[in-house]
C-alpha cells in the first residue's frame, strides 16, 4: 500500500481524534444556575457540540471544495433506494417495539425536547462526519472506478464500525462481545449506508433516516430508570443458544452488507459519470 492509499486513513483519524477531543469538553459550567435535570444539562452540552462538529465540518468541505460532497437532492426515480433503510428504522432495529412499550408518563417534556436534540444532532453529526468528509476523503484519493467506490464505502464503514470500540471505556459495564457486535452491525448498516449516499447524492435525507432509527432504539435512555445502564446482555444458557444468537446478528446486519455491496456493483458507467461530474 502506497502513501496515497495511506493518506485517507490518516486524515479519517485526525478528523475524529479533533470532533472526539472537542465532544470530550465540559460544558456543564454554562448551565449552573439553571434549573435542568442531570439528563438534560448532558445532553444539551452534547446538542451544542455536536452542532459546533457539523458547523466546522461543513465548513471544511465547502473549504476544501475538491472533497466529494453531496448535501441534498430529492428525486423521485432515486426514492427506492431508501426503502431498505426505512425497513431497518421500523423492523429491524427492534426500536419501534421499545418506542411503543415506553412510558412517556415517566417523562417530562424538557427532558423528551432535550432527548430529541440529542439524538437529532448525533445523527447527523455521524452522517456529515463519516458519509460526508470520511468517505469524501476516500473517494478524493482513491479513483473513481467502481473498485475505488468500493473500497472507498468499505474503508469508511470500518472506520465507522471500529470507532465503537470507545464503548468499551465510556460506558460502564459495557462488554467485549457486545462491542464486537456492535463494530460488525455498525460497519454493515455503514456501507448500506454509504452506498445509498452515492445512488441518492443526499446526506440531508440519511441524516433524518439515522435520527429514525436512533430515536426509535435509544428511547429507554429518558425513562425513569435510565440512570441505570440499559443491560443489552441476553443471559445465555448454553453454548448452542450462543452460537444461535451470534448467527442471528450474523445475519440480520449481513443484510444491509450485502445490499449496499449490490448498490454499487450496480453501478452503470453513467452513475459513475454522474458522480464524476458532481466532485
Not at 223 to 249: G, H
Request: one cysteine or more; charged letters at 15%.
Amino acid at each position: 500500500m502506497n502513501y496515497t492509499s495511506i493518506k485517507p486513513f490518516i486524515y479519517s483519524i485526525i478528523a475524529l481524534s479533533l470532533i472526539f477531543g472537542l465532544n470530550k469538553l465540559s460544558l456543564d459550567f454554562i448551565f449552573n444556575g439553571y434549573n435542568f435535570d442531570s439528563y438534560s444539562t448532558i445532553a444539551i452540552g452534547k446538542t451544542i457540540k455536536n452542532t459546533i462538529s457539523i458547523i466546522l465540518i461543513i465548513f471544511l468541505l465547502r473549504y476544501k471544495k475538491e472533497i466529494p460532497f453531496f448535501n441534498f437532492s430529492l428525486k423521485i426515480n432515486k426514492i427506492h433506494f431508501y426503502i431498505p433503510l426505512l425497513i431497518y428504522v421500523f423492523v429491524f432495529s427492534g426500536g419501534f417495539k421499545i418506542f411503543r412499550e415506553f412510558n412517556f408518563s415517566d417523562t417530562t417534556i424538557n427532558t423528551f425536547i432535550t432527548y430529541l436534540l440529542r439524538v437529532l444532532s448525533s445523527a447527523f453529526l455521524e452522517e456529515y462526519l463519516f458519509r460526508g468528509l470520511i468517505l469524501g476523503i476516500f473517494l478524493f484519493y482513491y479513483p473513481k472506478t467502481k473498485k475505488g467506490l468500493l473500497k472507498s464505502v468499505i474503508f469508511s464503514s470500518l472506520i465507522f464500525g471500529i470507532m465503537h470500540l470507545v464503548n468499551l471505556w465510556t460506558i460502564k459495564e459495557e462488554t467485549s462481545e457486545n462491542v464486537l457486535n456492535q463494530i460488525y452491525a455498525a460497519s454493515c448498516i455503514g456501507i448500506m449506508y454509504g452506498a445509498t449516499y452515492l445512488r441518492t447524492k443526499s446526506i440531508v435525507i440519511l441524516g433524518i433516516l439515522h435520527f429514525l432509527t436512533n430515536f426509535f432504539t435509544l428511547i429507554k435512555e429518558i425513562s425513569s430508570v435510565s440512570n441505570e445502564p440499559y443491560e443489552k446482555v441476553i443471559q445465555q444458557d448454553d453454548l448452542a443458544s450462543l452460537i444461535i444468537s451470534q448467527l442471528l446478528t450474523l445475519i440480520i446486519y449481513g443484510i444491509p452488507l450485502f445490499i449496499g455491496l449490490y448498490l454499487i456493483l450496480k453501478m452503470s458507467q453513467k452513475d459513475i459519470d454522474a458522480l464524476k461530474a458532481n466532485t
